[in-house]
């Protein structure tokens, strides 16, 4: 599985935006882009997922770089509830398997 | 929509006891995971159904751990005997078959295991 780095903790004020980076340089054609987090005492859930455009929903924003080697999650206006770990993966959905290879992601604390 | 559901929430049991957790999905989900959480790290596969067939537990102690998932519903996992470094967070987790729905893996809240 292709590997993902990302900054161990980030801090963010609320109701501003905050920018979570994530690099993947050994990314392949056939690889996904796949954001989830996990709230504390909580299952991770799935925040938003990309090939090559951008992608919009209603949690956040992924804003894929041309190279496709980093990507970056926006939330628009963090709130306390957005104090997470974010997981930022690769899934390779031509491999057959459906697995989500997990790092340690990113651990985000929103002040308020 | 009810989520997944598990349970027991918390279990804690001594070393070289047996446990088992329980695991409902979102209903006409074909596949089901298992995962496991170690405290400080991200969860890490222990295997995964497609209906009542395993489709991937490599990552699975067999020697201790078994998981079954009869009828294509409901599954349970079984640790027997539990170790100390068995303490963790196990989570399992739905997702549809086909179309780009599929690629969405729904989580539920866990079930946290200490073992003493």
């Known amino acids: 599985d292709a590997k993902t780095t990302q900054p161990n903790s980030m801090e963010s004020n609320e109701e501003e935006p905050v920018h979570l980076p994530c690099n993947h340089s050994?990314?392949?054609?056939?690889?996904?882009i796949h954001w989830y987090r996990q709230l504390p005492s909580q299952g991770p859930e799935y925040v938003i997922h990309?090939?090559?455009s951008n992608v919009n929903n209603r949690m956040a924003s992924l804003a894929i770089a041309e190279d496709r080697k980093s990507s970056t999650l926006i939330l628009h206006r963090a709130t306390l509830r957005d104090a997470a770990v974010y997981y930022c993966?690769?899934?390779?959905?031509?491999?057959?398997?459906?697995?989500?290879?997990f790092g340690k992601g990113t651990k985000l604390t929103v002040n308020p | 929509e009810a989520g997944v559901a598990q349970s027991p929430r918390y279990k804690i049991i001594e070393k070289r006891q047996s446990v088992a957790f329980w695991c409902n999905p979102i209903?006409?989900?074909?596949?089901l995971y298992w995962y496991q959480q170690i405290l400080g790290q991200g969860p890490k596969l222990l295997i995964q159904?497609?209906?009542?067939?395993?489709?991937?537990d490599s990552q699975l102690p067999k020697d201790r751990f078994s998981a079954e998932r009869l009828k294509g519903v409901d599954s349970t996992l079984k640790i027997q005997p539990a170790k100390l470094e068995d303490s963790a967070v196990y989570l399992c987790?739905?997702?549809?078959?086909?179309?780009?729905?599929?690629?969405?893996?729904?989580f539920g809240a866990g079930t946290r295991l200490s073992v003493l």
């Open positions: 993966i690769l899934r390779d959905v031509t491999s057959g398997s459906e697995k989500l290879v």
């Open positions: 987790a739905s997702s549809q078959t086909g179309g780009l729905a599929k690629n969405i893996q729904y």
């Open positions: 209903s006409g989900h074909a596949t």
């Open positions: 050994t990314i392949s054609g056939t690889d996904y």
């Open positions: 990309g090939l090559t």
């Open positions: 159904f497609q209906n009542n067939g395993v489709v991937d």
